[in-house]
Nanobody, 125 residues
Framework: QVQLVESGGGLVQPGGSLRLSCAAS????????IGWFRQAPGKEREGVSC????????YYADSVKGRFSISRDNAKNTVYLQMNSLKPEDTAVYYC??????????????????WGQGTQVTVSS
């Protein structure tokens, strides 16, 4: 059974950092892409970043480029999203999702089939 579990969310001040984790079980990540998405109150869910296990490719939404970094720990079957220089507009529930294939340049919800339950990130002073 494919399962994804996010963790690492919390409350942080503007300019601060958080690292989110997406732990996968029931499958190995070798042939999967893992995407991170977020949904702010009253807004649609949007793609933030994607890690392509097949070639190590990484992709980012323009809004987070230069601030967020995605990586994978093979031994832990976990993908991380390091978020630096956080802004109030980064406040959202963050979800990870799996796609059996690589990432696409545009990170689209419809391309991902297995989802975690989400973790709340709040950026506020």
């Amino acid at each position: 059974q494919v399962q994804l579990v996010e963790s690492g969310g919390g409350l942080v001040q503007p300019g601060g950092s958080l690292r989110l984790s997406c732990a996968a079980s029931g499958f190995g990540l070798d042939y999967y892409a893992i995407g991170w998405f977020r949904q702010a109150p009253g807004k649609e869910r949007e793609g933030v970043s994607c890690f392509s296990s097949s070639d190590g490719g990484t992709y980012y939404a323009d809004s987070v480029k230069g601030r967020f970094s995605i990586s994978r720990d093979n031994a832990k079957n976990t993908v991380y999203l390091q978020m630096n220089s956080l802004k109030p507009e980064d406040t959202a529930v963050y979800y990870c999702a799996a796609r059996y294939s690589g990432c696409r340049a545009k990170i689209r919800l419809a391309d991902f089939g297995s989802w975690g339950q989400g973790t709340q990130v709040t950026v506020s002073s």
